[in-house]
């Protein structure tokens, strides 16, 4: 750091505000200072960065530090029945603890400020930091200046600011789900989409399925059944018409196939998108929205240690794998077909390669 400060005509100190982003150092002379360490070779040693930027705060800061948490749609009465909320809350909490900072949370329909109020809501408080909770209908936007602060979101919902995120591995686990259920000996698999059209998590569950769909015979495609075209009506019909011996949804299709006089799994297998959503104890994937809270708080504690403030150039998304949860509402129905979505690669138990049928 001397030779960076001695070509640049500056001190130490300056050279390491300047690493920091502080506006203590004008803009020209931190881009004079990073591309001085560029050309010599200098390389942070994060570890290092992150622990003097600890003991750069004093004893009550660190004791009281807080980050905001803005939900939108929902007061914190409703929030129980939203269990993802729920769970990607206990994640931030856990998280806020084990790093020595509280959580300020903001249930923006309780709160009714506008976006000017609501931001000098957060610097009267003090909040270096925002993680914006997702939209439950779906695809949303936060009306808000975010320049003051670091910021990250849990999910794909908050399309407008584009800010780091983290998320459900939305891909991986539809690929994950259809294998297991494969593997059971399930033939003619049906997806109930609940999801909004338009949102990512959409789009990616449906591309894992029409992938599927590709690789097997055109008598098994089974088409997709919307989320505007789920009821009673709609779903015995599609049922009667296609026939799948196992179908993928959520707590709301589970109760739906019940109330038509299915029995499960003796009569249909069923495999949630989201054990969150239940029905309690079903098979089908856990998507540890806890770790993505968790995973959330941490981009918005990187940010903060590197003093990045506002809508990031280039986005980061964090991808969390799924876990498959083997519940009650499969069982083993026939002869395994080993599919292996990501390799493209299909065996039989003989280990023969084959057409799914």
């Known amino acids: ?38 050309r010599l070779g200098y390389v942070r040693d994060g570890r290092i960065s992150e622990l003097m930027e600890h003991l750069r705060t004093n004893r009550s800061d660190r004791k009281f530090s807080k980050l905001a948490v803005l939900v939108p749609e929902i007061t914190k009465a409703k929030q129980a029945s939203y269990p993802v909320i729920g769970k990607l809350m206990e994640g931030l909490a856990a998280q806020a603890r084990e790093s020595g900072y509280d959580l300020d949370v903001f249930y923006l329909p309780e709160l009714k400020a506008s976006p000017k109020r609501l931001r000098n809501i957060l610097v009267s408080r003090g909040m270096r930091g925002i993680i914006a909770m997702p939209w439950v209908s779906g695809v949303g936007t936060l009306d808000l200046d975010v320049d003051a602060f670091c910021i990250s979101t849990a999910g794909y919902s908050i399309i407008d600011p584009m800010v780091n995120r983290a998320c459900s591995n939305y891909l991986q686990m539809m690929d994950e789900l259809i294998e297991q259920t494969c593997s059971l000996g399930y033939k003619r698999i049906g997806f109930a989409m609940t999801y909004p059209r338009g949102g990512i998590g959409h789009k990616l569950f449906a591309s894992s399925f029409l992938y599927y769909s590709t690789l097997i015979q055109k008598s098994r495609r089974i088409p997709i059944l919307p989320k505007s075209e789920i009821n009673s009506v709609n779903l015995e019909k599609w049922m009667r018409e296609y026939d799948p011996d196992v179908v993928i949804g959520d707590g709301m299709v589970y109760e739906l196939l019940v109330d038509l006089g299915y029995e499960i799994p003796s009569d249909l297998g069923f495999a949630t998108l989201d054990t969150a959503k239940g029905p309690p104890d ?16 941490k981009l918005v504690l990187s940010d903060i240690n590197l003093n990045s403030k506002g809508v990031p150039e280039s986005p980061k998304i964090v991808l969390v794998d799924s876990h498959y949860y083997s519940g009650f509402t499969l069982r083993k129905v026939g002869r395994m077909v080993d599919v292996r979505l990501r390799s493209s690669t299909h065996h039989d138990s003989d280990g023969s390669v084959i057409l799914l049928k």
């Open 282 to 297: 079903a098979s089908g994937v856990d998507h540890r929205h806890e770790v993505v809270g968790r995973e959330a708080f």
């Open 1 to 38: 750091m001397r030779d960076i400060a001695k070509e640049a005509g500056v001190s130490v100190s300056a050279v390491s505000l300047a690493f920091r982003n502080s506006p203590k150092v004008s803009k020209n002379k931190r881009a004079e200072i990073n591309e001085i360490a560029q």
